[in-house]
């Protein structure tokens, strides 16, 4: 690994006075520190340039300003001081980009993300983002990405990413909203504890892929019990029934378990809100497993089904918002619990419009996870598809990877083509 250059970024314009100081809106007080690691890889064919990359998002962070700023001491508020974030230009020696694309390892995945970001914990006094553009040998590059969640959602940051693409291409987009300054200001009647999650290298990542004719047959699968299934949905159920399954072999037993899935409340609002209100704006339901019986597809998605539905739609922003303030004394319960199966679907069809002016990515992808029971989808090239990122303790990853019926729905293989890479300048 070569380090080219690391400096720090700031917004091209100052930050005005008046919104020097904001407030973290309830969601974001309720939010995990942890940053979430995103990676794009471009099978860059032209000369490529790493001040277009630098100079459009210092413009694009005069429009995100808070995420040039730092947090306090107390967790809730921000100084939107224009202080700045992490960008590092690096090289990769000895491994292609194909390379990568075919076996995308943790320990050259750590490579591609400024050191100490991969997953990094509180936010606290550090930049909310630090960027990585890597080039690896014979062509291709990767822009990498960690974004404090403290600050942005997963929604959020595929807006931020989206806007800094479209100005390195010298598209002039309308500024985002900031959800803590336009929406009822609630804050806890008390301090919420910094909520970090255990991560551990000695859990297995798998990623697996649901193409559309596999996803087709789950759905028949479930037909007549479920109208209309969502294929997240059957993806979601059928992954967290191969999870159960796999935990009854390794404990010789049947135990109970919660599934957890998160959503994006923006358009389940009142009128919808846009999708460019920054922040956190994603709140979850649960389903469990009560007896053996309900291990059955159908069964998990019409739970699932059920779960949405009382979620519902949100006629009133405060008084959600007040429903969640009374809830939110049980959320850290959900990281504690370690029979707790934890999905999250990132709408990663908008990855593959990052162009930032040399094509778009061949991969978008989350780096692997490392917590226990995690399991995050986003959509393949095509959109038709599913990747799911899997996280397991050891042994249950065996058992869950043995499974035949898995292995007749999805795929360990992402069929990527390319073709051959010319060599790419800085």
Known sequence: MEIISKEIIRPSSRTPEHLKTFTLSLLDQL????????????????????????????KTLTKYYPFAGRLREDGITVDCNDEGVIFVEAKIVGCKLSDFLQNPTYETQILLFPEGFLWKGSCIGHTFLAAQATYFDCGGMAVSISMSHKVADAPSLGVFLSDWAAMARGEVRPPPLILATSIPSLNLAYTMPEIEIEMSETLITKRYVFHAENIARLKRRVMGLVDNPTKIAVVTAFLYKCAMLASVLKTGCFSNSILIQLVNMRPRMAPPLPENFIGNFTWYFSTSNDDQSEISLGNLVLQMKKGIKELGDKNNLHDWLNSVRESANN????????????????????????????????????????????????????????????????????????????????????????????????
């Open 31 to 58: 939010t995990l520190h942890t940053y979430a690691p995103i990676i794009l890889l471009y099978e860059s064919k032209t000369v490529t340039c790493s001040e277009v990359l630098k100079k459009s998002l210092s």
């Open 331 to 426: 959320v850290k319960e959900l990281f504690d619990n370690l029979d707790i199966y934890r999905f999250s679907h990132v709408r990663g069809g908008s990855f593959y419009q990052m162009n930032f002016g040399w094509g778009n990515p061949k991969w978008g992808t989350i780096a692997d996870v490392l917590v226990k029971n995690t399991f995050i989808l986003y959509d393949t090239p095509d959109g038709n598809g599913v990747e799911a990122v899997v996280n397991l303790e050891e042994e249950h990853m065996r058992l869950f990877e043995s499974n035949k019926e898995l292995l007749e729905f999805a795929s360990t293989n992402r069929t990527l083509q390319f073709e051959p890479i010319a060599q790419s300048r800085m």
